[in-house]
């Protein structure tokens, strides 16, 4: 019988190889959309707290890579 190549394998590591492609997905255009936000209530008015500080998507963005670095870490584990 094949042993699996890595640690985590079947219907659990797509469901991880899925979550590390909307993370990357998300991080490849966040800063497209976050400065989208900052003109668009330029334009049409914001309230309170809407768009985030650069501080704070600085910070989510910085969370995002740290949560793509773990998985992948995760997801090349070899089988032992």
Sequence with gaps: MNQPQFKIFGESRRELKKELSLL???????????????FMTQFYGG???YPMSDEEAQKRYDKKLEKIKSLEEKLAQPYE
């Design 47 to 49: 309230k309170e707290g």
């Design 24 to 38: 990357k997905r998300s991080v490849r255009y966040f800063w497209h959309f976050h400065n989208e936000d900052k």
